[in-house]
């Protein structure tokens, strides 16, 4: 019988990493969008524009006071500016000087106001979105009030909150996974 037989040839081991290469303690690459990141740092900036935006088109109105759901989207875009542009010269640090902001007390830092946030900056904008259908469809009053300019502000205010809902979504994942 003319049958062949299997061959067995050795194949060598790559050679091990250089501990340089590979330092001991890191577990998992640099995800874009997590703090200390380009991609982290893009959506802060992406986070404090559309909050300036929300802020300065609701504060050009001369009648938002009167509304408290209007109020509210001014304070949340407040807070979600100064927190994303605070967070975002950290970011800026961290990339100059190449640290790394992954460890568990900031990462649980940056969770929590990424959260507080994003509630407060979706909430108010589903308020003030509401408020603004009544006044546009329900009440047929928008030739008294500016219901283009509070349409606009709800809708930079929705984009902030998308736009927040993934850094907070990546660090809930990073701390979960340590």
């Not at 109105?61 to 109020?71: N, R």
């Not at 979600?80 to 967070?87: F, H, M, R």
Request: net charge neutral; hydrophobic share 50%; glycine share 6%.
């Amino acid at each position: 019988m003319f049958a062949s037989r299997p061959a067995v040839h050795p194949v060598e081991a790559p050679p091990l990493a250089d501990a340089a290469e590979n330092p001991l303690g890191v577990r998992m690459k640099d995800v874009q969008g997590m703090p200390g990141t380009p991609g982290g740092l893009a959506l802060r900036l992406v986070q404090f524009a559309f909050a300036v935006a929300a802020l300065g088109v609701m504060t050009s109105t001369s009648d938002f006071p009167s509304v408290t759901a209007f109020c509210s989207l001014v304070a949340a875009a407040i807070l979600q500016g100064l927190w994303s542009i605070s967070l975002a010269f950290l970011d800026v640090y961290a990339l100059l000087v190449r640290r790394c902001l992954r460890n568990r007390r900031a990462l649980c830092w940056f969770t929590i106001g990424d959260g507080i946030t994003a509630t407060l900056t979706f909430a108010s904008a589903c308020a003030s979105a509401g408020i603004t259908v009544l006044i546009s469809n329900d009440l047929n009053l928008c030739s008294e009030n500016h219901c283009t300019s509070f349409e606009t502000a709800a809708a930079m205010a929705f984009i902030g909150w998308f736009s927040v809902s993934p850094s907070f979504l990546l660090n809930l994942w990073s701390l979960a996974c340590r």
